[in-house]
């Protein structure tokens, strides 16, 4: 008994060893990699949740450790993603190509130092990614003083804003519409702002937690779970950006015909 209490916080370790080593992909140039970290991390993050629920060890260390690594993996990691895509986006329309093999080779191995934008004023915009890591700090410390929290969400959380991040850099993999809208650094300033407000606006949001199985009281959840499935066989990694709408959505019907469960 002594081991199976230290399960959730083994996979809760594993969470955060995902972000570091998304972090080290980053720096290395590989986005892509990275973004399968993250959710290898949202995985292990719904799982150290329901292992502990399942084995019944509860502690505050446990939830603790559980916010530092969220913190890492779910704040750091889509902040260096979002500066790096500002980055890579400010190297001026006529080099735009080198946004898509930005995203594909290491940056060091691309000389930006004639690029339009990287420089002046300009060179700083990307730091404006950071404002993700720090809104996603506050989002943690509100969620472990809110006891509101215990049953829904106020706020996007933390790892669904996170998933949100990654898929975009997936879906900027080859030129589409997502492609043509992102690689703008105006878009993705707006995006980086919306985003920070949505995990710390009042906004009640559905809790993924199982305290039982029973239709009755998870309804909207197997629901989003059945949706969801369906969305990523039909779409694949398309459809990853569609979750995090109906996730918003789902909520809301939630929130409207099933208060009671809340």
């Known amino acids: 008994m002594k081991v199976l209490k230290h399960i959730p ?18 720096f290395s140039g590989d986005l892509i990699l990275a973004s399968f970290f993250v959710f ?10 329901f292992a502990a629920r399942l084995l019944k060890v509860n502690s505050p260390i446990g939830k603790d450790l559980d916010s530092l690594a969220d913190v890492v993996t779910f704040g750091v990691v889509p902040g260096l993603m979002v500066y790096r ?37 300009y060179s700083y915009l990307p730091y404006f990614g950071f404002l993700i890591t720090v809104f996603s700090a506050i989002r943690l410390a ?7 929290q215990s049953t829904t969400f106020i706020g996007l959380p933390t790892p ?11 879906n900027l993999q080859q030129p ?13 300033l707006v995006f980086t702002v919306l985003s920070s407000y949505a995990l710390v606006a009042e906004l009640p949001l559905l809790a993924l937690k199982f305290k039982d199985f029973k239709w009755a009281s998870n309804v909207m959840r197997y629901v989003f779970l059945g949706v969801s499935a369906l ?15 109906c996730y918003i959505l789902f909520s809301l019907v939630n929130n409207i ?6």
């Open 40 to 49: 290898l991390a949202a995985v292990l993050d719904f799982f150290d949740g």
């Open 257 to 262: 015909f099933f208060k009671a469960q809340h």
């Open 231 to 245: 969305l990523l066989i039909l779409f694949k990694v398309q459809a990853l950006p569609l979750l995090i709408l």
């Open 176 to 188: 589409s519409v997502v492609y043509g809208v992102f690689s703008d650094f105006r878009v993705l």
């Open 160 to 170: 669904a804003n996170a998933i949100l991040i990654a898929s975009l850099v997936l």
């Open 9 to 26: 916080n083994a996979i809760t370790s594993g969470n955060l060893l995902c972000g570091c080593l998304a972090i080290v992909q980053i």
């Open 85 to 121: 895509l500002l980055q890579f986006s400010l190297i001026g329309i006529q080099e735009r190509e080198l946004f898509w093999i930005a995203l594909q080779k290491n940056i060091s191995s691309i000389d930006l130092s004639n690029a339009q934008y990287l420089s002046g004023f």
């Open 142 to 148: 509100k969620f472990n003083n809110d006891s509101r």
